[in-house]
C-alpha cells in the first residue's frame, strides 16, 4: 500500500481547505458515505479534520474514476484529487469537483463497515468504539476533550505552577481502600493503582509553592452511572499558603479559561455535536458560593414548595436529584462550601468557626453534570492528622511520610482535583460519561 498520489496537486487537509479555494488539491482519508443520483455522485469524505461533500458528475470525469467510485464501500481509505469550490449551503463551506480517486483498501463488500447512518444501540457502538471514533460526532467530542485538557494543563502552566507527576503505583489509600484496584507487586507486597495524586502532590506543594498534577487515576467502585468511570483522567492544582477562598477563586479562573479557550476554536465541533453554545457563553465572571447549610435551605424550601419530591436530610451528602436541583437555579457553576466533615475525607481542615464542617468546596456544572471539581484545604497541624489518620482505622506507618509534611514547616495548603471527563461531558453537552475519552473503562466493559 502506498499513499502516493496519481497526480502532482498538493495535499491539503478539509480543516485548511478555505487557504485553497480555488485551487486543485490532493486530499487523503476516507469515504464516509455515497450518494447518487442517476449520472451524478455525491461522495462525502473525511480525513480526521472534517467531512466534505465531492461533486462527480459522469460526464466530468473518466469512466474509470466513476466506476470506481459508484461501487466504492464506506471507510474505504483513499486519496482524492479535485478543485475547492466555496458553497455557503455546504456544512464545511465547500464543496470538491472530483477529478481523480485512488483507493488504498477497499472494504470488502461481504464485511461492511458495522456503523451506519441508522440508529444503533449504544451495547453494540461501545462494543465497535474503535470503530465509532470515526463518525463526525465522536471525532469532534475528542477535538473538544484535547482542547480542554490543554487548556486546563495551559492555565496552571501560565500561572506560576510547576507540573509534578505523581506515582501512579502506590503503597497506600489517599481517600480509603474500598475504591482500590489492587495488585501484586513482588516478594508478596501489594501496590494500589492511585485514585488522586493529592497526597503526593501535598509534598511537591510544600517544595515548589505551587505544583499541579495530571494523569490517569482509578477507582474500583461498583457505580454504574452515567458520572462514574473506572479510569479517568484527573488534574491537580495543590498550593502552599492558600485557605479555602483562594481555592475557590483558582477554580473559578481556571473554569473560566477552560470555557474561553473551546469557544475561541470549537464552536463548529460543538455544532455538530448540539450544544447549546448560549449556555457556555453565560460561564463567565464569579460563580455563586452556596455553604452546605445555604444548600440545604434551598433544597428545603424547594420541597415545601414541592419543586423537589424527596426532602434532603440534614448532614447527609447531596444525591444527584438534589445537586441537579441546586446547579438548575443558576447558570453558571455552583460552589458548595463547608460540608460536614462526618462525610468528606479525613484531611481536610475544619472550619474553625464550625469544626463539625471541613473547609471543603465542591464544584457542580450547570445543566445537571454534578460534581466536576472536588477540593479543601487540608489539616496543616501535626497532632490533628495523626487523630484524624487513627479515627479512620488508616495505617499510621503507611502515613508517616504524609504527617512528616505537618512536622517540618508545616503551612495552610488547599488543592482541588477536577475529573477531565466530567468537565467534558457538561462542556460537550453528552449524556454519559462514556463519550467522552477515547476507550472508556467502565464497571461491566474492558472492550476494546
Ligand atoms: O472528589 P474527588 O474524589 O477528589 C479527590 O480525589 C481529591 N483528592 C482531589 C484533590 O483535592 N486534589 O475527585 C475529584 C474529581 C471529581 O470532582 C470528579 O470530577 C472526578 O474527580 N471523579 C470522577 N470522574 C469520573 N469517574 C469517577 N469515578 C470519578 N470520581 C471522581
Ligand atoms: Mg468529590
Known sequence: MSTETTTSAPIATIASLSAHEGQTITLRGWLYNLRASGKLLFPIFRDGTGTIQGIVPKAAVSEEVFETLKNLTLESSLTVTGKVRADSRAPSGYELDVESIAVLQRVPEDTPFPITLKEHGVDFLMEHRHLWLRTPR?????????????????????????????????PNACEGTSELFEMDYFDDDKAYLTQ?????????????GKVYSFGPTFRAEKSKTRRHLTEFWMIEPEVAFLELDGLMNLAEGFITHIITRVLESHRADLKVIGKDIAKLEAVVGTFPRLSYDEAHAMLDEAHKAGKIEAPHKYGDDFGSPDETYISSQFDKPVMIHRYPAAFKAFYMQPDPLDPSKALCVDVLAPEGYGEIIGGSQRIDSYDLLKSRIEEHHLPLDAFQWYLDLRKYGSVPHAGFGMGIERAVAWICGLDHVRETIPFARTLNRIYP
Not at 493529592?198 to 515548589?208: D, G, K, M, P, V
Open 138 to 170: 465522536q471525532s469532534a467530542i475528542l477535538r473538544v476533550r484535547a482542547t480542554i485538557m490543554r487548556a486546563a494543563a495551559e492555565y496552571f502552566d501560565t500561572n506560576g505552577f510547576i507540573r509534578t507527576d505523581p506515582p501512579i503505583l502506590t
Open 196 to 208: 488522586s495524586g493529592q497526597l503526593y502532590i501535598e509534598a511537591t506543594a510544600l517544595a515548589l
